[in-house]
């Protein structure tokens, strides 16, 4: 029982998968961050041409 304790205590393999997790939340918060601000951009864009095409 001792020992499969220590075994168990001593895998990392669960704070692996928690950090490659983490690492692909904050990739995908960038994402989200970026293509919020390209289409706020392109949302005015698009209204001045429109305006200027009326």
């Known amino acids: 029982?001792?020992?499969m304790l220590s075994?168990?205590?001593r895998d990392e393999s669960g704070a692996t998968a928690i950090e490659y997790g983490l690492?692909?939340?904050g990739i995908?918060?960038?994402?989200i961050a970026t293509v919020?601000?390209?289409g706020s951009g392109l949302s005015?864009?698009?209204?001045s041409v429109s305006t200027s095409l009326k």
């Open 1 to 3: 029982m001792k020992a």
């Open 7 to 9: 075994t168990f205590l």
């Open 23 to 25: 690492i692909a939340v």
């Open 28 to 31: 995908a918060i960038a994402i």
């Open 36 to 38: 919020n601000g390209i």
């Open 44 to 47: 005015s864009t698009f209204t």
